[in-house]
């Protein structure tokens, strides 16, 4: 059965992200029996049990890691990734609204999604929490192109009743309905979950924040995403859009949209107040490092997240990223926090893109590393993917290293092959 | 005759730095004879003229621009790339200068030369100002493999006589005898030119950058190229090692080794009095931006830069940056721009490294754009080398655009070939 096999490699996983573990095997063995992994050990051990390591696929050379996890992407952003000169308002404006209007057509919708997550599984994402647009087919058919790929996949139709260009309004009631026959129809089919969806406070009336807190509080093992304190003008001009709230955080708070089944992409520009508030109440911040400097937003402040004890996974934010790859936006992310101070750790960065991502968004049940059971979500990572890489990987004298050049220098590239559920993806 | 030939494709070059001006061809013929451009014009005018396009190499799917220039880069350190964790005084201490002490083994250096060479080539530098280290004998392979490429290179060894590792260490007397060796050998010799090397002011005696600048002064038209103000504790410390220069950029130029011909990379942190006499001297800054975000130096200013009218170019500065690609390195460069509050357009860009880079190294007559007589060193731009580039490219309108998302979302595989004076580089 193709969703079965056995992979001789090197292989690497975090066990735990707090304390920070992880386990190496420099000739380790990966069982996957019916998508699930079956087994994991030193091939050594394997073979004294008597198993027959000739059946294995044997790649010395390659790096086995669990497939990455991206907690903050929009799908039909593609279309406008590296577009230029603008911050954040006015680069909706200009270059994402328009694109997203395109989804209106089902078919386009249907195509792109496809070629969408191709580009996820091509960069080695097998996870991601996604935005889709405000139109309900377009959502629908995004999931319909998971489930043919059986990926584990969390998506939402976009909220955004009120400031965006009209073609991409939906109505406060008119989008909950959508959102909840989505929700009836894909939440927990297969592996598939819905996120509630508001884009951000700016472009949802109070009613509509309302009515999706309330479909969050009815559904509650559904995920909220959405966006906060990215860009300055934005916190400024969604307090005066709001002018009811205490500070941006409120605008979601008062609503019941903050708990830990919410993910919140950027939260640079937070104050302590809504630190607090947020690590108290246990929501998800998505560090988006590309898409933050790409847009000049500013720079995300891991060090003071983590001693505010707020849960950070990674994130592409492609279209305003500028690359689906987590290891290339493991690159920006170390980046970032080099200029703020901190050197972010190659096992940290290793598990803010697979188990941490995991916890994040409650589904370290099933993905995140190789415990026995979980999906065999899987990638085989290759080292020498150019001629700068491989002369610099053979001066290494540890895995840690290794992974380091790898996501300081690496992208697409190095993604030898995916692996969803324990079938190789073929793109 | 394997110098010479024919190239029918979309061509895009800067035709002026000031004010910034470009030709684009969309379909263009690049006339190539004995390593230099014959001619350049659309291929309609060619064929009104009687000229057979048929004779040509008809590439309608890329983009050919003059190939690229990096103002500042350290050939032995691609065996230090992406190095774990440090900033620039421990950077150097715990990666680098280890690394570079291993060019002493003359077999070692002369192996790493060329890959160094293949591995510009390979991202479309065709010229770049490098360091080597502080061997002689390092030295001189790097300019003999250069040589055997045929690159319009400019090198020379570091100088350093104090505060670094031992065995790296010259004498102010033998280190100045060595590189006047090495420049009656290769300044001049062919497309070579040798630059007068300082690490920088705090690994020099004075007596050392007393020599350099008389050295510079018995061979003008020689470069300087060193290191300035990349980061706080170093700007600090080279004031304590040199306690009687009035700041920084004194301790180059009561020497004599601030002037046109001088190339200082870094340039983040100097002062607005260092900035305007580094402006009156003519010196030239290189702009580093991934190194400055890797080692965490800090964000260079570039809207600054020209409003001082200081002469910037574009660098890699392999290896505290990431990549030898210059269209990564601009990607950089970008989100440094953009979190300073500029948006560096594509086209500003693209002359950052070919004809402006030409212009800061005095070789525009010779390199940097098509001009007719130039040097014919080229490249081949392949737009669609990734999915997400080529659904991208799909929505462009303009080669700016298109040119914007290959230094946003490009690297190595973009260079469909490299041209080094009418040559085809394979490496």
Redesign the interface.
């Known amino acids: 059965m193709s969703r079965s096999g056995a992979y001789r490699s090197r292989i690497l996983h975090i066990t735990s992200t707090d304390p920070l573990k992880y386990e190496y095997l420099e000739d380790g063995v990966l069982l996957v029996e019916d998508g699930k992994v079956a087994d994991l050990g030193a091939a050594e051990q394997f073979e004294r049990a008597g198993f027959a390591l000739g059946q294995c696929q044997h790649e010395p050379d390659y790096l086995l890691v669990p497939g990455f996890i991206d907690t903050h992407v929009h799908s039909p952003q593609?279309?406008?990734?590296?577009s230029?000169?603008?911050?954040l308002l006015e680069w909706l404006n200009k270059y994402t609204f328009p694109?997203e209007a395109r989804y209106a057509d089902e078919t386009y919708a249907a195509t792109s999604a496809v070629?969408f997550l191709?580009?996820l599984l091509?960069a080695g994402t097998t996870t991601a929490l996604v935005f889709a647009t405000s139109h309900h087919k377009a959502t629908d058919v995004l999931f319909e192109a998971a489930r043919e790929k059986n990926m584990r996949l969390i998506a939402g139709k976009v909220l955004m009743d009120q400031n965006a260009t009209t073609e991409l309004h939906d109505t406060a009631v008119g989008g909950i309905q959508d959102s909840e026959a989505l929700i009836n129809k894909w939440h927990g089919n297969g592996r598939l979950g819905y996120a509630i969806t508001p884009r951000f406070a700016g472009t949802s009336s109070v009613e509509q924040l309302t009515l999706a807190g309330e479909l969050h509080q009815k559904y509650p093992d559904t995920w909220i995403q959405s966006h906060i304190s990215e860009n300055l003008d934005e916190v400024r001009w969604v307090k005066e859009v709001h002018p009811h709230i205490s500070d941006y955080l409120d605008a979601y708070e008062r609503y019941g949209l903050v708990n830990d089944r919410a993910v919140f992409a950027h939260c640079i520009h937070l104050t302590a107040s809504e630190r607090k508030r947020f690590a108290d109440l246990g929501a998800r911040a998505a560090f988006c490092p590309?898409s933050n400097?790409?847009?000049?937003s500013?720079?995300f402040d891991l060090a003071q997240m983590k001693e505010d004890r707020i849960d950070v996974s990674l994130a592409s934010d492609v279209g305003g990223g500028?690359?689906?790859s987590m290891l290339r936006t493991l690159?920006?992310a170390?980046?970032?926090c080099?200029?703020k101070?901190y050197?972010l750790?190659?096992m940290e960065a290793l598990a803010l893109v697979t188990l941490g991502g995991a916890e994040s968004l409650h589904i370290d049940q099933f993905v995140g590393n190789f415990e026995k059971g979980k999906e065999a979500d899987f990638l085989m990572l290759n080292p020498n993917a150019?001629?700068?890489m491989s002369?610099?990987v053979g001066?290494s004298d540890s895995v840690?290293?290794e992974f380091?050049?790898m996501m300081?220098?690496g992208?697409?590239?190095n993604i030898a092959a995916t692996y969803v559920a324990g079938e190789k993806v073929s793109?």
Do not use: C, H, W
């Open positions: 593609l279309d406008v990734i590296a230029y000169g603008e911050q694109a070629a191709n580009s091509e590309s400097m790409f847009i000049g500013g720079l500028t690359s689906l690159a920006d170390y980046k970032v080099q200029l101070g050197s750790g190659p150019t001629n700068v002369r610099r001066f840690e290293d380091f050049v300081t220098l992208d697409e590239r793109i």
